[in-house]
């Protein structure tokens, strides 16, 4: 009955951490609107197992993510929007939170289990990554998944447990690819070699499970086939994504020593408490065995992300479970630490909240020109502020303890609550493209489709309702425009001296998204040449038109 109510306490919390940001904030770019797109085009054209992209095969990516957005876009009559394209990463932050949960309350009872759950879901990366549309918080919570069976089969042998976790760690490589497979087998054995439980692998399910795993994605791919997927696109999938990544990248390039500092910053704010918990626990008797576990699972994780060239934040998502379970176990045990260590950490937390309160209250700053209003960023600064009081307040009191972690965490997590209902839906002016959805209603029939210049556009596309088609010279584009007649282009201003060489009459028009310079462009045949546009551009003007400081200078936020 107490697991029961933890697990439900577990779903009230992650409900009210991301719920109202899952309804109020737009899908950005670029992932959270490519995926929404993608799912959305897969729905219209009818393609169930080969996923495409402005009508051409995509094969950066498997279709879990695009299946479950479908599926749950079916609560809403099909309609996908930030709710039904996130819900797939709210059942992974779930599975991740479930999982800690678990396996600290095994280790050290329930108070560390539930220390560990906050401090996981109030870690900055995992709570930014759980409130978006994103592939990586259901992959990290199916690898979590995989692992936490695995670990209790090696203690508790059964066939099923081995064979649930083998299919977690399935649906895993259908949701991003094989290292749904390597990372939870990695950790397992990393860890189990870390503690000298070498006997605790020698398992059967060695030889089947990896069968049993790639079942599901074999499965998929030949359904893909079937379907009309081309060899170059089975291909890719199989080989060509892998070795792009490893060997030259995909334009997230970084050095080997990338994760050093990323990681720091983006387990905050427990990273400035990490260093204490650790030795706290590697000070302890029994909490020295768990100590080297989870230093295993989580090391094996940041090693295995450094050596690809291709690297990003998000890689390393699956080592912050073990390091939340490193604070929540040694949460009844930080007296053992430095004395000094546990000053500092205290003082820099404290620093830390009344930092972030500034922060926030700078954020509503004109001189800043983001869309913040004050109201929305006042609060933070109140919660922050206030913590960082009490938070001094209790280390006098009680040191650093648990209850101190708790007071902690409860402070952080108002925060970061108010911050995704409120400040995060005050920036949809700046990362959608909000002016280019109303002209796309005006235009007419949702049936024309969107022509997109030498961008792949997808939130363009999303937001205007629209089936994109990317095109990537004046010629394609000039035969399109002949084939639809009139509709719209979407460019970089940039490109505006190529288009506006199009034989059509053009109406342009500015807006910015974020820190990009955009224009959209209304065309038809010349003989149908409208007359001047709401904003002061003459519809079928030149480069020397569109060059001027005239009404087109309509922004969307700020560089």
């Known amino acids: 009955m107490k697991d029961f109510i933890a697990a439900v306490a577990i779903a009230v919390l992650a409900s009210g951490l991301w719920g109202t940001e899952y309804a109020r904030r737009g899908l950005w770019e670029p992932d959270e609107a490519r995926y929404a797109y993608i799912a959305r085009e897969m729905a219209w054209s009818g393609n169930r197992f080969v996923v495409t992209r402005h009508g051409q095969p995509y094969s950066d990516k498997p279709p879990l993510m695009f299946w479950l957005i479908n599926g749950f876009a079916t609560i809403t009559s099909g309609k996908i929007d930030g709710v039904t394209a996130r819900l797939p990463s709210l059942a992974g932050v779930l599975l991740s939170l479930l999982a800690t949960y ?22 900055f990366l995992f709570w930014q990554t759980g409130g978006m549309g994103q592939l990586d918080a259901l992959l990290c919570g199916l690898q979590m998944a995989g692992l936490c ?19 977690a760690m399935g649906l895993a490589v259908l949701q991003k690819g094989p290292i749904g497979l390597v990372i939870p087998i990695g950790m397992h054995v990393a860890g189990c070699l870390a503690v000298g439980e070498r006997f605790r692998l020698r398992r059967w399910h060695w030889i089947w499970g990896p069968v049993a795993a790639a079942c599901l994605p074999v499965l998929w791919l030949a359904l893909a086939g079937m379907e009309g997927g081309t060899g170059d696109y089975l291909r890719d999938l199989l080989f060509g994504q892998v070795v792009r990544r490893v060997a030259s990248g995909t334009g997230h390039n970084h050095n080997i020593l990338y994760f050093a500092h990323q990681f720091p910053l983006s387990f905050l704010p427990w990273t400035l408490v990490l260093p204490a918990a650790c ?8 909490g020295r065995f768990h100590f080297r576990r989870l230093a295993a699972w989580a090391g094996f994780v940041l090693v295995f992300f450094s050596i690809p060239a291709d690297k990003r934040n998000l890689y390393v998502l699956a080592a912050f479970p073990p390091c939340a379970m490193l604070i929540g ?144 010279d004046l010629a394609s584009l000039q035969k399109e425009a002949d084939r639809i007649k009139r509709g719209l282009i979407v460019l970089e201003e940039r490109h505006w001296q ?62």
Request: proline share 5%; with cysteine; glycine share 10%.
């Open 329 to 472: 176990l040694a949460s009844g045990e930080l007296a053992l630490a430095p004395e000094k260590l546990r000053k500092a950490t205290m003082f820099a937390m404290s620093g830390l909240m009344f930092l972030g309160g500034c922060a926030a209250l700078a954020a509503a700053l004109p001189r800043f020109g983001l869309p913040v209003r004050v109201w929305s960023a006042i609060p933070i600064a109140i919660i922050l502020g206030a913590g960082g009081c009490v938070s001094l307040l209790a280390c006098r009191r009680w040191g650093m303890t648990l209850r101190w972690l708790v007071v902690c965490a409860a402070f952080f997590l108002a925060a970061q609550t108010w911050a995704a209902a409120f400040l995060y839906h005050d920036l949809n002016a700046l990362k959608t493209p909000w002016e280019l959805a109303r002209a796309s209603r005006e235009m007419g029939s949702p049936d024309t489709p969107l022509l997109i210049y030498k961008i792949n556009g997808e939130i363009l596309a999303f937001y205007a309702q629209r089936q994109g088609v990317r095109v990537d």
């Open 149 to 167: 069976l695995l670990h209790a089969d090696s203690e508790r042998p059964a066939w099923w447990r081995a064979l649930c976790a083998y299919f």
């Open 279 to 286: 030795m706290a626990l590697a000070r302890s008797g029994a």
């Open 498 to 559: 190529e288009v506006s060489r199009l034989d059509a009459a053009l109406g342009p028009h500015r807006f910015r998204m974020g820190g990009k310079r955009m224009m959209w462009v209304e065309f038809s045949p010349r003989q149908m040449e409208p007359a001047e546009g709401p904003d002061g551009w003459r519809q079928g003007g030149g480069p020397a038109e569109a060059g001027g400081q005239q009404g087109g200078e309509q922004n969307v936020g700020a560089d």
């Open 102 to 123: 678990c396996l600290a309350s095994a280790w050290g009872g329930r108070p560390a289990a539930a220390v560990s759950a906050l401090v996981l879901s109030t870690s």
